[in-house]
């Protein structure tokens, strides 16, 4: 425990500027006014674990009226996500950094009396200073984070002992857990909080349904820089032997749309560009580089390559799409997503390509009826979990301090 109060002061020194330019320091410190009433401290490090644990959150706020809700996060981004939902009973502030008297003054100040933790959130202090149940949710143990607990075994079994209930996103962390220190008894299902997906019930524009053809366009979903240039080459390619075949591509980072439209011009591709309202039809790819309508084109277009599969990035989720009914192609790293691109690969609901050519015949290949096929099987092996949302409500719910408590 030593060595992580040496190691956790000095990240705090180095941090501490930054969050000090960005007006975050007391709130990173712990330090701030609290607000009254008995509190859930939930924390999650960005916007899609917060966001998979939404309907959780919503039927937990609702069946539980006497509880207030602590939300941290560690970027802007998701403390304003958690502020835009308005729920009454909630606050969102910036993580604080885990240093031993800042966690006991909130857990003092909030009145905290449970710590939940979202996916790889596993912060030793506020665990072990936590006066009431310990619950990580989806939590997720990759092999390099592993590697580094074993390094701290005293710790991390000290840390894993406490926790009262962990459902693990994955057999390979549920294991990780139990080998680290977790007690048989406390490991739950195994649970990905983002196959639980709701697709938003939303219609496109008639303009967009008549431009882009559900048969004939396929998506490039959250590309980033060296996958446009891929998806690009697979495209032409495609239109070579299927001219009226339309790509959407949607780059992760909007603020690339310059870039990005220069690579597909110098390719003599057409191209509209969404930001700039340019009309969809009679484009060979529309680029939507906007936030937030990554629904819209799953709902418009039949097939879709998750993007960030590429390279080292891990790739993007496959839940999405598959709940939109949507053909799956990727690439070959599929790191942040395995076990669900395990079972799309063992079931053939997916198709894994690593050249553009390759890419291009795949498209080729699957036909309207085929990519219907291909995306109700991908939605039927990558949704399936070992229990279902309601189940995990109802076993956070039961380890919740007692409202007599």
């Not at 996500?81 to 885990?98: N, Q, Y």
């Not at 857990?107 to 996916?119: C, D, F, G, H, P």
């Not at 995306?375 to 309601?390: E, R, V, Y």
């Amino acid at each position: 425990m030593f060595l992580y109060r040496v190691l956790i002061s000095l990240f705090a020194l180095v941090a501490a500027p930054g969050a000090l330019r960005d007006g975050k320091l007391r709130a990173r410190l712990g330090l701030g006014p609290a607000v009254r009433g008995r509190h859930v401290w939930l924390h999650g490090a960005s916007n899609g674990e917060l966001t998979a644990f939404k309907p959780v959150l919503l039927a937990l706020h609702a069946a539980r009226p006497d509880l207030h809700w602590l939300i941290t996060s560690n970027s802007r981004t998701a403390t304003a996500l958690v502020e835009s939902w308005g729920l009454e009973r909630v606050t969102a502030r910036p993580a604080p950094f885990d240093l031993g008297w800042a966690t006991r003054r909130i857990m003092r100040s909030w009145s905290v009396t449970a710590l939940m933790s979202l996916e790889s959130e596993i912060w030793p202090h506020r665990v072990l200073h936590c006066p009431g149940p310990v619950l990580q949710i989806a939590a997720r143990m990759k092999p390099g984070t592993a590697r580094a607990w074993r390094r701290l075994p005293r710790l991390a079994k000290a840390v894993l002992r406490r926790v009262d209930w962990a459902s693990a996103q994955d057999t390979a962390s549920r294991d990780a857990l139990l080998a680290l220190g977790l007690r048989p008894e406390s490991a739950g299902p195994v649970i990905d909080l983002k196959a639980f997906y709701d697709p938003p019930d939303t219609t496109p524009d008639p303009v967009l349904r008549a431009a882009f053809p559900r048969e004939d366009t396929w998506l490039a979903a959250s590309t980033h820089e060296g996958d446009e240039a891929f998806v690009l080459d697979a495209h032409s390619a495609l239109r070579q032997r299927a001219p009226g075949q339309k790509l959407v591509l949607a780059p992760r980072h909007p603020t690339r749309g310059a870039e990005i439209r220069a690579m597909i011009e110098a390719r003599g591709l057409t191209v509209a560009q969404r930001s700039r309202d340019e009309p969809p039809e009679d484009c060979d790819v529309y680029l939507a580089d906007t936030m937030g309508e990554m629904a819209l084109w799953y709902q418009l277009c039949g097939r879709v390559f998750i993007a960030g599969t590429l390279s080292d990035r891990g790739g993007h989720t496959p839940y999405e799409p598959a709940a939109f009914g949507c053909a799956l192609l990727h690439g070959p790293d599929d790191a942040n997503f395995q076990p669900a691109f395990a079972r799309l690969r063992d079931a053939a609901a997916s198709v894994e390509v690593h050249t553009p050519e390759a890419l291009c015949d795949a498209l080729h290949a699957l036909g309207d009826a085929d990519a219907q096929t291909a995306g109700g099987n991908a939605a039927k092996t990558a949704l399936a979990q070992d229990s279902d949302l309601n189940g995990l409500i109802e076993a956070i719910a039961q380890r919740l301090p007692d409202p007599d408590a």
